[in-house]
C-alpha cells in the first residue's frame, strides 16, 4: 500500500472497504480505500479498484453496491532519508615534503531529502594507496538536507591518526563517508571521493639573494650567507639527502655525482639553488 508523497512522515488509518457494484463488470468485488490521521481526520478521498488488477475507479452514480467487509488498518510512511556524499578532501600541510605529518579533512554534504541523525557517527575512512590510514570518528550533528560540513582526521573527539609521507612522488587518496554503515542513506554508492597528493620538495621558490651555493674544489661552497642560516640539499625527486646543515657542516656534505637543489633558510626567508656535483 503507497502512501502519497504529499502526506507527511507519520502514522496514518487506512479504511479498506470490499462491495459488490451491481453497475460494475458482473459483480466483481470492488475495494474502496480511504486514508486518515490517527485523529480521524480524512487526508484524502477514497478511491476504488477492482479485482486483481486493480486499475483506479470510483463506483458509477446510482450504483447498488452491497458492503461486505471493512479493515482498519494502521499505515506509516517512513521518515526522509539522508544521502551523504563527499564533495572534497584536503589535507595538512598543503605541500607536503617526505617525512611530514598529514591531517586529513573531508567535506561531506547531505544531498538527500531528510537530515542526518544527530547522536549517530558521521565517520570518514581515509585511503592511502588502497590502505586505510587514517579515519574521522568525531562528528555527531545532525546535517540537514542540503547542507554540508568540513570534517578531520584529528578534530576534537575524533581518534584518527596522523598520516606520514614517504619516498613516493604522488600517493592516491580515497575517502569513504559513512564507511561502517552508522547510519541508513538512499545510496551508499555515491558515499567515495578520490584524488592525488603529490609530494614537493618542501622548496619554496623565491628569487635568491646574493648568495650562493655552489660545487667547486671537491666540495659544497657557500657565498653571503650568514653563519646563522640553515641548509638542506634534496635529489631531483624531492628527497632529503642531508638533514639541516649549517653553513659550515654544508662544506663537508659526501655527495655523489648528480644534480641537487639546495634549499637555504635565512632571517625567515628560503631560497633555492641548484648545484652539479660532479
Known amino acids: 500500500m503507497r502512501i502519497a508523497s504529499r502526506w507527511g512522515e507519520g502514522t496514518y488509518l487506512a479504511s479498506v472497504q470490499e462491495f459488490v457494484s451491481a ?37 458509477g452514480p446510482g450504483a447498488s453496491n452491497a458492503w461486505c467487509a471493512v479493515q482498519i488498518r494502521e499505515v506509516t510512511k517512513p521518515a526522509a532519508l539522508p544521502d551523504l556524499i563527499i564533495t572534497e578532501v584536503r589535507w595538512e600541510p598543503a605541500n607536503p615534503k617526505q617525512g611530514d605529518q598529514i ?38 550533528t545532525s546535517i540537514p538536507a542540503g547542507e554540508e560540513v568540513e570534517i578531520s582526521s584529528r578534530m576534537e573527539g575524533s ?58 674544489n671537491g666540495s659544497l661552497q657557500v657565498i653571503n650567507y650568514p653563519a646563522s642560516a640553515i641548509l638542506r640539499v634534496y635529489s631531483l625527486v624531492g628527497v632529503n639527502v642531508s638533514g639541516s646543515l649549517s653553513v659550515s657542516e654544508v662544506k663537508s656534505a659526501n655527495l655523489s655525482s648528480g644534480i641537487y637543489v639546495i634549499e637555504v633558510q635565512s632571517e625567515g626567508k628560503t631560497f633555492t639553488h641548484k648545484v652539479i656535483v660532479k
Open 23 to 59: 453497475d460494475y463488470e458482473s459483480n466483481k468485488p470492488f475495494i474502496a480505500l480511504g486514508f486518515f490521521t490517527m485523529a480521524g481526520g480524512n487526508i484524502g478521498d477514497a478511491w476504488g479498484v477492482q479485482g486483481p488488477a486493480a486499475s483506479v475507479m470510483s463506483p
Open 103 to 140: 591531517e586529513f579533512f573531508a567535506t561531506i554534504k547531505n544531498i538527500g531529502e531528510g537530515a542526518t541523525p544527530s547522536g549517530i557517527k558521521h565517520g570518514v575512512a581515509f585511503f592511502v594507496n588502497n590502505s586505510v590510514v587514517s579515519w574521522s570518528d568525531g562528528y555527531f
Open 159 to 216: 581518534s584518527g591518526d596522523l598520516w606520514t609521507v614517504g619516498s613516493s612522488a604522488t600517493y592516491n587518496i580515497k575517502a569513504h563517508v559513512n564507511d561502517q554503515t552508522d547510519m541508513q542513506e538512499t545510496n551508499y554508492d555515491n558515499n567515495f571521493f578520490e584524488t592525488v597528493l603529490t609530494v614537493t620538495t618542501g622548496i619554496e621558490k623565491v628569487l635568491a639573494n646574493s648568495g650562493n651555493v655552489y660545487f667547486a
